[in-house]
């Protein structure tokens, strides 16, 4: 995944902590390099909560990493991909899927 600002790629890390940024803008999880996080306002979204920026977005809900507030992302965010929660049927898709991988009788 590049960079959401300007679209440099990402390359294999060197040991240790990565400089890149994880965040969420417009209800999309997003990647941010140390170029544009140092150099650029990257305007990336904000719980609500606590004011932080250290978010992420994942199965329809966006999660702050500082305080722990969760809400449902907004429906038909993110580029206009949809997020899980709006997919037909995909909880019992899951539903089955991890019934069979653990060998759950139904």
Known sequence: MPCFSCGARQTDP???ASPW???VRDETQVLVCPDCRHTHD???DTCASC???ALICRLGEVECRSCGAVRLARSG???G???AS???GLADEVEAALAR???RVP
Do not use: E, I
């Open 77 to 79: 965010a993110g580029a």
């Open 51 to 53: 004011g932080s920026a």
């Open 21 to 23: 940024t994880r965040g």
């Open 14 to 16: 060197v040991r240790g």
């Open 42 to 44: 990257v305007d990336l």
């Open 101 to 103: 991988v653990l060998r």
């Open 81 to 83: 991909r949809p997020v």
């Open 86 to 88: 709006c997919a037909p």
